[in-house]
């Protein structure tokens, strides 16, 4: 088993603090592209690959808008903030597992919420 | 009352009024309850009172299909048996065990969970352990920093086991066995062969050798197998002068069932935080009781699961032995690595257990009722004549199955929980893949050659454990097994044994009163 180490990866931490001062742009610079349980459970090349993992196995989902589309349900964020947002997300990742709404990815047992924004991360890094 | 058999004469006639082939956890289990009890007991033990390598060598086997370890060190040939090298773990079966489960093929006992009750108490003091209880919220009580892991409680529980010291039965109940004056203990007996009555109903007596060359009669009113499952099959399998096919084998059932608990390493656990977990961690010959997360009744049923159960390990930087490569030949040697880990005297007391992120995650599944699965005699003999056995692991897709889901419903409630995140390893990923890899291993736990079933077509033994169509012979141990649970056998073998020693008592009360 590969050892993963548990370091925030500085990108990481740029987007969020980049989101948290300017506001209100989605695309590139949100929570969105941040899944917060994973982030502590591996690096940032493990985010990465499952990412792209998961855009392999989703050719429909391949774009960043795509992304972003489902992961919003089709609404606006562009004024919210980020803890709106993680709230957001949060109940999400949680009716996933709830309704088995999952994905298996490298071994990793996710929900699809967060494996799409594993995808997102994967598109900027 | 001890005798080395190879110091008596040759051809000797000993008799009793029971006669117990075997002095591992079940021989001397059975013996115990018959203390200062108005009945000669004959207890034979093929080896002597330490390990030696001649008698181990009388254990050697093949084995195909699944690749299993050394049949001749992963179990012991020396008085007090496989106790010599056990770890202690003790868990009571579940209530589901005993059922006929439909996704289960052969599955179902002919006895009730409950029926064991009284003597899994029994069996507590035999191993030192602590109060018969099973039940999380006692131990929870006595311990507020045992938290569990937030599940869905119709889903997954937390299975609780207790730790015997362990009670190496060799040492703790030699004086007591030798200075019994109605117990009669011989070394140095290896049981070759049972002879039938002319009726080929009864046992008529039972012939011991050893590598002294003496060949001595034993002669019982009731004769108990008890020398392990492997042994308990290659007997009756032996046994074939008059019945051709081995004593109590007139269905082929004898060897078949063969079942282990399966043992591997299936995974990770990565929390989001580092959290301690002294619940679920085992410290050798230190903890004393701990639970695995095992999975509910109602999903057994509904996702077709066997019982199986998931541990946690810290994760300290290496990936997990896998026991079947590492597993040593030298039964000898590892019997001696436990007796001086055991005599060290810096031994940690249970202490405030670190917080990690990453814990390891362990498999130990009962292995299906598979006919195919199963002892059958070699070509090959013994130093004694005696033919060796061929052990056939066959392990089937429904286990590959079961630990696939098991772990696909552990990471579901984690992601539930919000607490982290499960990654099952590569072998379990492709889910078209029915292939068992080579790191899957089992406990050493021997269980069902002689299995349990009203039916003589389906089973050896009856439900008080008789073998079918002889009288006066019984198993004992966990050859009976009709399942193999989740949980390791020791405890629930004694139990059953305790059972079987009551049911003979009072087949001797019977014969009393018949004989009045």
């Known amino acids: ?125 | 009352m001890h005798t080395d058999a190879r110091q008596i004469d040759n051809n000797s006639i000993i008799e009793g009024d029971v006669c117990i082939i075997g002095a591992g956890a079940a021989g001397i289990s059975f013996a115990l309850q018959w203390l200062n009890k108005p009945h000669k007991v004959l207890l034979l033990e093929g080896g002597g009172f330490e390990p030696e390598q001649a008698m181990q060598d009388l254990y050697k086997g093949k084995s195909t299909g699944q690749r299993y370890y050394p049949l001749h060190s992963s179990r012991l040939h020396f008085f007090g048996g496989t106790t010599g090298h056990w770890a202690g773990f003790c868990a009571d079966f579940d209530p589901l065990d005993f059922k006929e489960r439909s996704w289960v093929p052969n599955s179902g006992w002919p006895i009730e969970r409950a029926t064991l009750d009284p003597f899994y108490e029994r069996a507590h003091k035999i191993i030192e352990l602590g109060p018969y209880r099973y039940d999380l919220e006692y131990w929870q009580q006595q311990d507020p920093s045992r938290k569990h892991l937030p599940f869905d409680n119709d889903i997954l529980w937390n299975k609780v086991w207790q730790f015997s010291p362990p009670t190496r039965f060799g040492t703790k109940y030699k004086d007591t066995i030798v200075n019994a004056s109605n117990i009669h203990l011989y070394t140095y007996a290896n049981a070759t062969e049972l002879v039938l009555d002319d009726n080929d109903h009864s046992i008529r007596h039972v012939v011991v050798k050893n590598l002294a060359g003496k060949t001595h009669t034993v002669r019982a009113r009731y004769y108990i197998l008890a020398c392990c499952s492997i042994q308990n099959a290659r007997l009756l399998l032996s046994s074939n002068t008059r019945a051709k096919h081995g004593i109590g084998n007139d269905h082929d059932q004898v060897g078949r069932y063969f079942m282990e608990h399966l043992e591997i390493n299936s995974g990770d656990l990565f929390f989001k935080d580092e959290i301690k977990l002294p619940l679920y961690l085992w410290d050798p010959f230190v903890t004393r009781m701990r639970a695995e997360i095992a999975f509910t009744e109602q999903v057994q049923q509904r996702e077709q699961l066997l019982n199986g159960t998931i541990s946690l390990t810290p994760y300290t930087g290496q990936d997990p032995e896998v026991y079947i490569d590492t597993f040593s030949e030298d039964a000898i040697g590892r019997v001696k690595e436990w007796d001086e880990y055991e005599k060290k005297p810096n031994k940690r007391k249970p202490e405030d257990p670190d917080a990690f992120k990453h814990y390891n995650l362990f498999t130990r599944l009962e292995q299906s009722p598979n006919p195919n699965s199963r002892i059958t005699l070699d070509t090959e003999k013994d130093a004694m004549g005696m033919p060796r056995v061929s052990l056939h692991w066959d392990l089937l897709a429904l286990e590959k199955n079961t630990i696939r889901k098991m772990y696909h419903i552990l990471g579901q409630q984690m992601g539930i929980s919000g607490l982290g995140r499960v990654r099952v390893m590569e072998w379990l990923r492709d889910e078209k893949d029915d292939v068992w890899p080579p790191i899957v291993g089992g406990g050493w736990h021997h269980m069902g050659t002689t299995r349990m079933h009203n039916d003589p077509k389906k089973g050896v033994v009856d439900a008080n454990c008789k073998v079918h169509g002889i009288d006066n012979l019984f198993a004992a141990g966990a050859s009976c097994f009709s399942t193999a649970a989740a949980v390791n056998p020791t405890m629930t073998l004694i139990a059953l044994t305790l059972r079987l020693s009551d049911h003979v008592s009072t087949r001797f009360t019977n014969d009393s009163a018949i004989d009045l």
């Open chain 1, 1 to 125: 088993m590969q050892r993963r180490t548990f370091i925030k990866s500085t990108l990481v931490t740029t987007l969020a603090l980049t989101f948290q001062s300017c506001g209100p742009t989605l695309k590139g610079n949100s929570a969105f592209y941040y899944p917060e349980v994973m982030m502590n459970c591996t690096d940032e090349e493990g985010l990465v690959e499952l990412g792209k993992r998961y855009r392999e196995q989703h050719p429909p989902e391949q774009t960043e808008d795509s992304l972003l589309k489902a992961l919003s349900d089709g609404k606006d964020f562009s004024d919210e903030t980020k803890g709106t947002i993680q709230d957001h997300l949060s109940i999400h990742v949680r009716q996933d597992f709830l309704q088995k709404n999952i994905v298996i990815l490298d071994g990793w047992i996710l929900s699809v919420t967060e494996a799409r924004q594993c995808a997102l991360f994967s598109l900027i890094t």
